[in-house]
Structure formats: C-alpha cells, structure tokens
C-alpha cells in the first residue's frame, strides 16, 4: 500500500506546476485524497481535498481560484493543478488518502518539493 506524489520542481512565480499523486496497492475510489504542504520552519498545512463520493472539493484559502484538485480513477491519481504560483507556495507538498476529507488520514506519500523563485 503506497501513495506516490510527484510533479515538484522549480518554477518562477507565475508560472505552473501539476503534482500527481498515484496509489498502488489499494484503490482510490473509495477514499477522500488530501493535499498539504509544510515549508521549512512552518506547520504542515491543508492545501486541498477530494471526496471519493461526490468528488466534492476543498481549497485552503491562500490558493483558492489557483489551485485545482482533480480525480482519475482509472488511472487511480489525483492531481494538484497549480497555477499563478507564489514564492509562498514553496514546501514539500504531500498527499494523503481517508475516508473523509476533515478527519484522519491512513495513507501518506512521501511528499514532492515545490519551490517557487526567481
């Protein structure tokens, strides 16, 4: 049971990244996927969720309207469109998997870094 979060990288501000987050091992339609992020010296912080039901979406307010979440479950991935990228939005950025979007998670990935600069 793995969740693999990739997509990070160097990018200026403005510009865009899309991060990935693939399970193998056990299925993703039956879960909520949570994206965080923590930046050195800082919490870890909620970034965005997605139900496994109705594919409802969350969005922490500091990237609403730049951030988007998304599910394929065929190909058993979520994704993190991120556009309109700020120096803040650098971090490690994580994904997760439980039953819910706001309770606990069972699954983590190992966290892909997103630095933003110029």
């Known amino acids: 049971v793995q969740l693999q979060a990739s997509g990070g990288g160097l990018v200026q501000p403005g510009g865009s990244l899309r991060l990935s987050c693939a399970a193998s091992?056990?299925?993703?339609?039956?879960?909520?996927i949570g994206w965080f992020r923590q930046a050195p010296g800082k919490e870890r912080e909620g970034v965005s969720c997605?139900?496994?039901?109705?594919?409802?979406?969350f969005y922490a307010d500091s990237v609403k309207g730049r951030f988007t979440i998304s599910r394929d479950n065929a190909k058993n991935t979520v994704y993190l469109q991120m556009n309109s990228l700020k120096p803040e939005d650098t971090a490690v950025y994580y994904c997760?998997?439980?039953?819910?979007?706001?309770?606990?998670?069972?699954?983590w990935g190992q966290g892909t870094q997103v630095t933003v600069s110029s």
């Open positions: 997605i139900t496994s039901d109705d594919g409802s979406t």
């Open positions: 091992g056990f299925s993703l339609d039956y879960y909520a």
């Open positions: 997760a998997a439980g039953l819910v979007c706001h309770g606990r998670y069972d699954y």
